[in-house]
C-alpha cells in the first residue's frame, strides 16, 4: 500500500529552527510538496522536490532523497505565524496526490 | 501562482436539503479538478477526481449518488451534497493543477454544517 508518515506534532521556539521529516512509500515518484494548513483555511504551497537534494526559499528549504524515500521541511527563524499544521503530500505513478496525516506545529515564545 | 476559487466559504443547511459547492480556476484551464473533504484535525481525505466533460472518478467508499460532480467546463466544477445529514458537515476543499507534476493550488475551502 502507499504510506506516508510524518510526526503528529512538533514544539518549538519563537526564533528557532524546526525539521519536519516525512518519510514515504509510494506506487512511483513524481515529486514531493509540503503544504501549510492553517486551521480553518485550505493549505498553501510551500514547496516541490523532485530531484535530490536541498531546495530554499527563504525562511523554508526542503530537502529530498528518492532512495531513502525521505524528506524533510526545514523553518528557520520560527515566527508565531508559522504555527499550522504542515503536511507532506507525495504524487505516485498515476500523478494522484498521496497525503500524509500532517505535522501540527506549535510555536511558543 | 494560479488561483482556485471555490464559492461558498460556508454554508448552514438543513438536513434533507442539498448543497452546491462551485470551484472555478480564475486564470488556467483545469482539465482536471479534486475535491477533498477534511475532518478536524485530520489529513486530506481524495473524494473524486473530476474530468471535464467526462463523468468524475470516485474514491473508494464515496457514494456518487450523495455527492454529485459535475466538470461542464475547464474553469468550473461543482460538488453537490445531496440530502445532506449532519454527519456530512465537514471542510470541503477542491484543487487544479496546470498540469501533471506541478503543484496544487487549493481553494478556499467551503465549511459545511448540517443542522
Known amino acids: 500500500g502507499q504510506n506516508i508518515d510524518q510526526p503528529t506534532e512538533m514544539t518549538a521556539t519563537e526564533g528557532a529552527i524546526v525539521q519536519i521529516n516525512c518519510t514515504y512509500q509510494?506506487?512511483?515518484?513524481?515529486?514531493l510538496f509540503w503544504y501549510q494548513q492553517h486551521a480553518g483555511e485550505a493549505p498553501t504551497f510551500l514547496s516541490y522536490n523532485v530531484l535530490d537534494g536541498l531546495e530554499e526559499k527563504g525562511r523554508f528549504s526542503s530537502f529530498l532523497s528518492r532512495s531513502k524515500g525521505y524528506s524533510y521541511l526545514l523553518l528557520k527563524e520560527l515566527q508565531m505565524k508559522d504555527s499550522a499544521s504542515y503536511l507532506c503530500a507525495v504524487k505516485d505513478s498515476n500523478y494522484q496526490l498521496i497525503w500524509g496525516a500532517g505535522t501540527k506545529l506549535i510555536i511558543k515564545p | 501562482g494560479a488561483v482556485v476559487s471555490q464559492h461558498p466559504s460556508w454554508v448552514i443547511c438543513k438536513s434533507g436539503t442539498s448543497v452546491k459547492i462551485e470551484c472555478r480556476s480564475l486564470?488556467?484551464?483545469?482539465?482536471?479538478m479534486f475535491w477533498y473533504r477534511q475532518f478536524p484535525k485530520q489529513s486530506l481525505m481524495l473524494m473524486a477526481t473530476s474530468n471535464e466533460g467526462s463523468k468524475a472518478t470516485y474514491e473508494q467508499g464515496v457514494e456518487k449518488d450523495k455527492f454529485l460532480i459535475n466538470h461542464a467546463s475547464l474553469t468550473l466544477s461543482t460538488l453537490t451534497v445531496t440530502s445532506a445529514h449532519p454527519e456530512d458537515s465537514s471542510f470541503y476543499i477542491c484543487?487544479?493543477?496546470?498540469?501533471?507534476?506541478?503543484?496544487?493550488?487549493f481553494g478556499q475551502g467551503t465549511r459545511l454544517t448540517v443542522v
Open positions: 484543487s487544479a493543477s496546470l498540469s501533471e507534476g506541478t503543484e496544487a493550488f
Open positions: 509510494t506506487s512511483g515518484f513524481n515529486g
Open positions: 486564470d488556467f484551464q483545469a482539465t482536471t
